[in-house]
């Protein structure tokens, strides 16, 4: 019995390790349309997709919608760009920038708490 | 060609649209655009307009839109001037109208884009100015047979806002409330020693086991409704958070409440399973934690509302309506409907609408709000007016320049919004932090666990239960996260009230570590306009004289230091007589009669051609000279009449804010291209030791880089001067300030804009700044340090030497006040004070 509660809990920290620390998810490849590359995201507990992939040299237009009312996600902040917006729930908010370079491009909520990124190739 | 043109949009098929643009260069330039455009399918007839910048264009409805033409004209290489304006559209229901109105919308002659949002009911439309308004779009959206009142500001009006938070807290509290009226029996079910207050007793005394285990499963069934109503957000808040494969901290609470719940139920239904004595239920834990974070989260977002009022107080400072000349009469309108180039009228004791340029009547207008100047400041034609200052006594007419998101104020609230959402470097290092807390919170949790269940003593699992609750609940990822963006709204809001703008965290932080400032000379310590500074009269004349003949001869004149000479006189009250004869000397100065007299104005050489004695003139030259100042004979009918002497001045306050950042222990370097002795001595006016003087403009950037190179690790460079001539040197300062000009706002070089032209303001932010890094130093270390002590405490590291163990209700007391304690630590900025000077706000 000891030991198998002990297994349990040692299971669960390799879990949370890996869950939280290892896992490397995939991003969504943002399409272009009209010469713009156009993506909705959603702001609820997270950012929704929260790795996007985008070209350089084209413009990217992000449109935020928050879908709760907690004061967490209020403010997404690019910070790397110098950019950031307020997010008023339910109302759809574009962010918009050309990427450069190839590279990564972190936004946030003004806590760090939920984060994404833009992968730019 | 125009007059055809005109004709022709009438005849129903075909169209015709005027794009202004914004740049029309060269002479090739527009034979491209109108080539360009005239290939495009549907395009029927171009014509460019080089000296009005305009292209008109006859084309065909229906083969191509005027978005596709503006867009093409764009492609081409020439941008289209453009506006854009929001409309709520009133009685809107269905999604199926969505398209009507946006069809309505795009029949309007000069729109170029309409979108109808049916989620917000609120139609986006771009257009251009001039050909559209906003009573053409209204007018189409009215022929739908909805109503739309006024166009939406952006950015989101305050009191929208001020709402969306007024809601959220009034959820909150009536959930706090719920959660408190079931703590309260569940906790007079948990306690049996405290004796006068045990629930059980009011049953029996002594007490059947039957009676307790039914108001343990009664208390269970309550408990419920508080987790799922109460502390529904953070399920919510866990749920998605864990889709993302990230944790905050409504995992933490979602977890530890629910794991005190689910244990206390199987401990209830099933106590066979678990060890003699460990079968204790604690759902008095699930409903007081539950209750005290949501009150936690209520007072937080009542005092983050507080902590954001500074730019709420700015917005509101806007106009609503203003009172345009319009067809003949004056005409009252919205502020959002006022055009550039439009006439407005003020009237006393009212707010100046927009931004504009003064063309009629004189005032003195109140520019404390903007600029943080507390007198008011004089107007005179051609002087530029600030929106949403306040004019005092005079009436006056003036053309407004500047409407919209292009105002001064506008500007203002963006620049101010975009600082509030950037980070300051420090808050880089916390992310790295709270980006792995949780999660290894969560871990230090199960070893918490396990540490017990296998060493503790007896009973090991209630015990190794309840300290895993309790350090999933006391662990705080809020405080941590949020200490510095906190104090950086507070801040930033405070810093702008007194008219400095300072662009984002990076430039508050570094502001609050300078070690040395320099300031540009002419135009910031100075006025950077000669004054007439001294008058000594030779024997035989006296002061008034010497000046009265002086600014007489010098009246015609256009040169700025007998421009200088002729204000000092008519400061001083003597009036310049017209003179009778003038002509100029180049190099020398000049020459008139003045009231039958000749008069002679200008230097030596002057005096010297003339064959005028000024040997006992000689030491007041020498001594007007090694001032700084520029020295200028003065003769009447061959005789010498004195000296008279032009300077740049000092401005008011130079001397004061100087001294001021010495105070502060930073070192003041003054930094000019003019020769070493006028540098020296204005130095020396105002306790300037270190004087970096015949400096070229494009070397003031290698000056500041080389300063910058001589500082130590932390240590910052800051450089104070005009937006335009210094922007190179500016850019190369660790913080440039920039001293404002009017409605000048957004002075891209400079990382702090300062509203007011005095030197005070780079003392204000510096003070500010340091305020706010040492208030988010505070929160910052407070959390880091509760986080630290308080983990350990909850799992129980006490507990071997004294016996200590941190109960899980006072672990969630402990979280709740912690966030809320850094939200009203950040709020304490709101009563700062700048000590170096005070303000008579």
Redo the contacts between chains.
């Keep these: 019995m000891?030991l198998l509660?002990?297994l349990i809990?040692?299971a669960?920290?390799a879990l949370?390790?890996w869950?939280?620390?290892l896992?490397r998810?995939e991003g969504v490849q943002v399409t272009e349309a009209g010469g713009v590359q156009e993506i909705n995201i959603t702001v609820?507990?997270?950012?929704?997709p929260?790795t996007v992939v985008v070209k350089r040299g084209k413009p990217v237009r992000l449109h935020f919608t928050r879908l709760?009312?907690?004061?967490?996600s209020e403010?997404v902040?690019f910070?790397k760009l110098?950019?950031?917006?307020?997010l008023?729930?339910?109302?759809?908010v574009a962010l918009e920038f050309t990427p450069a370079e190839a590279g990564e491009i972190p936004f946030?909520c003004?806590?760090?708490?939920?984060?994404g990124k833009v992968v730019v190739t | 060609m125009d007059a055809n043109l005109a004709r022709s949009s009438h005849e129903g098929t075909e169209g015709l649209l005027v794009l202004p643009l914004t740049h029309v260069e060269g002479s090739e330039g527009p034979r491209a655009l109108s080539e360009g455009l005239r290939r495009l399918p549907g395009v029927l007839e171009v014509h460019v307009n080089g000296a009005r910048k305009e292209v008109h264009l006859r084309y065909t409805r229906g083969a191509v839109t005027p978005s596709e033409l503006a867009k093409a004209a764009e492609r081409l290489g020439y941008p289209v001037g453009r506006a854009a304006l929001r409309a709520r559209i009133e009685g809107m229901h269905c999604a199926s109208c969505v398209g009507r109105i946006e069809e309505a919308l795009r029949a309007v002659p000069g729109v170029l884009e309409a979108s109808v949002n049916p989620a917000t009911k609120v139609a986006s439309v771009a257009y251009v100015p001039g050909t559209a308004d906003f009573a053409a779009i209204r007018a189409a959206v009215e022929s739908t047979g909805y109503q739309t009142a006024h166009p939406l500001e952006q950015p989101p009006a305050p009191d929208q806002e001020t709402a969306a938070h007024q809601r959220e807290y009034k959820t909150l509290m009536a959930k706090f409330w719920f959660a408190a009226a079931v703590s309260l029996p569940t906790l007079l079910v948990a306690y049996p020693n405290v004796p006068f207050l045990y629930a059980p007793y009011l049953f029996a005394n002594p007490v059947a086991e039957g009676v307790v285990w039914w108001l343990w499963a009664l208390s269970g069934v309550v408990t419920l409704p508080v987790m799922f109503y109460s502390g529904g957000q953070f399920f919510a808040g866990a749920w998605a958070a864990l889709r993302h494969r990230s944790a905050d901290m409504n995992t933490l609470i979602a977890l530890g409440t629910s794991a005190a719940w689910v244990y206390s139920t199987v401990a209830l239904i099933f106590p066979r399973l678990f060890p003699q004595g460990t079968a204790e239920p604690f759902y008095d834990v699930t409903a007081v934690v539950t209750a005290l974070v949501v009150l936690g989260q209520a007072l937080e977002v009542r005092a983050k509302g507080q902590a954001s009022q500074a730019i709420k107080k700015l917005i509101g400072l806007q106009a609503k309506t203003a009172r345009v000349l319009r067809q003949g009469g004056e005409l009252e309108i919205p502020v959002e409907e006022v055009e550039a180039g439009d006439t407005v009228v003020v009237r006393p004791g009212e707010k100046i609408p927009v931004d504009g340029v003064l063309i009629e009547g004189r005032s003195a207008v109140d520019e404390s709000m903007v600029t943080g100047e507390s007198l008011p400041v004089d107007k005179s034609p051609g002087d530029e007016v600030i929106g949403a200052t306040v004019n005092t006594t005079g009436a006056f007419k003036f053309r407004a320049t500047k409407v919209g998101k292009d105002t001064a104020l506008a500007q203002i609230v963006k620049m101010v919004q975009d600082a509030m959402g950037s980070k300051a470097p420090i808050a880089r290092m916390v992310d790295v932090v709270s980006s792995v807390f949780v999660p290894v919170v969560m871990i230090l949790s199960i070893l918490t666990f396990l540490a017990w269940f296998n060493f503790g003593p007896s009973p090991a699992l209630a015990f190794a239960v309840v300290t895993a609750v309790t350090v999933l609940i006391i662990a705080c990822p809020c405080a941590v996260g949020m200490a510095v963006p906190m104090s950086l709204v507070a801040g930033l809001g405070k810093a702008a009230e007194n008219g400095v703008l300072i662009r984002n965290g990076q430039a508050l932080q570094y502001a609050a570590q300078l070690k040395t400032v320099v300031l540009d000379k002419t135009g910031t310590i100075t006025k950077g306009k000669p004054e007439l500074t001294d008058a000594v009269p030779a024997p035989g004349f006296d002061e008034p004289t010497l000046v009265r003949l002086a600014a007489s001869a010098d009246r015609p004149s256009e040169h700025p230091l007998a421009q200088a000479i002729v204000k000092g006189a008519q400061a001083r009250g003597l009036e310049p007589a017209e003179p009778s004869a003038f002509s100029a000397v180049p190099g020398h100065g000049v020459e008139a009669t003045v009231a039958g007299r000749r008069v002679l104005v200008g230097n030596r050489k002057l005096m010297e051609r003339e064959g005028i004695e000024t040997y006992g003139l000689q030491g007041a030259v020498e001594r007007l000279q090694g001032e700084g100042k520029t020295a200028m004979y003065v003769a009447a009918d061959g005789q010498a009449a004195g000296v008279v002497a032009v300077a740049d001045t000092l401005k008011e306050d130079s001397l004061e804010a100087i001294r001021a950042l010495q105070k502060m222990g930073l070192e003041v370097v003054m930094l000019t291209g003019d020769n070493q002795r006028t540098a020296r001595s204005i130095a020396r006016q105002v306790g300037i030791e270190t004087v970096l003087a015949e400096v070229l403009p494009e070397d003031k950037a290698n000056q500041v880089h080389a300063l910058k190179a001589q500082m130590g690790k932390g240590q910052k460079v800051g450089m104070v001067g005009d937006g335009i001539n210094d922007a190179p040197a500016l850019v190369e300062a660790d913080v440039g300030f920039a001293i404002g000009t009017g409605t000048d706002v957004a002075i891209e070089a400079a990382a702090v804009t300062l509203m007011s032209g005095s030197l005070r303001g780079v003392a204000f932010a510096i003070e500010v700044s340091k305020a706010t890094m040492s208030n988010a130093r505070q929160s910052l270390f407070g959390a880091f340090v509760y986080n630290v002590l308080g983990i350990p405490v909850a799992a129980g590291v006490l507990f071997p030497f004294f016996g200590l163990l941190l109960s899980p209700i006072l672990a969630g007391a402990a979280m709740a006040i912690s966030s809320v304690t850094v939200v009203a630590n950040a709020n304490r900025l709101r009563f700062f004070k700048a000590r170096s000077f005070t303000r008579a706000s």
Excluded at chain 1, 88 to 92: A, L, R, W
Excluded at chain 1, 110 to 115: F, I, P, S, V
């Design positions: 000891t509660v002990n809990g040692l669960l920290i949370i390790v869950y939280f620390f896992y998810k609820k507990g997270g950012y929704d929260d709760e009312s907690a004061l967490c403010v902040v910070d110098g950019q950031s917006a307020r008023p729930e339910g109302q759809s946030q003004q806590m760090g708490m939920l984060r």
